[in-house]
């Protein structure tokens, strides 16, 4: 499965940005579909993720309230609507596919097989 990211750029804090990742390849809902990112110096971290089918959704506690993730089976698309953004939410941003079990571990990094290029997000003060 091949995953591409778009919508990343330069927003004052604030401000919003809404990312996409276009997934080709497979069948797009047979896969969980998470959001991670990787600020320069830091380890990669989740952000989001979205089940399957759309209804089960979790996120990191830092964008609890601020971030939206969603897919739309039809297009082949997950969203990572980002709103009030902060400075520390600059970092590349990776969607990123599991099509393993919905189980404990559904969230953790290696359980998600494919990963799109990155689109960077910066947040200026």
């Known amino acids: 499965v091949q995953l591409q990211a778009f919508g990343g750029g330069l927003v004052q804090a604030g401000g919003d940005l809404n990312l996409s990742c276009i997934v080709s390849?497979?069948?797009?809902?047979?896969?969980?579909m998470g959001w991670f990112r990787q600020a320069t110096g830091r380890e990669r971290e989740f952000v989001a993720a979205?089940?399957?089918?759309?209804?089960?959704?979790s996120y990191a506690d830092s964008v609890k309230g601020r971030f939206t993730i969603s897919r739309d089976n039809a297009k082949n698309t997950v969203y990572l609507q980002m709103n009030s953004l902060k400075p520390e939410d600059t970092a590349v941003y990776y969607c990123?596919?599991?099509?393993?079990?919905?189980?404990?571990?559904?969230?953790?990094?290696?359980?998600?097989?494919?990963w799109g290029q990155g689109t960077q997000v910066t947040v200026s003060s």
């Open positions: 390849g497979r069948t797009f809902s047979n896969y969980h």
């Open positions: 990123a596919a599991n099509n393993g079990p919905y189980d404990s571990k559904w969230l953790r990094p290696d359980r998600f097989g494919s």
């Open positions: 979205v089940g399957w089918s759309g209804r089960v959704k």
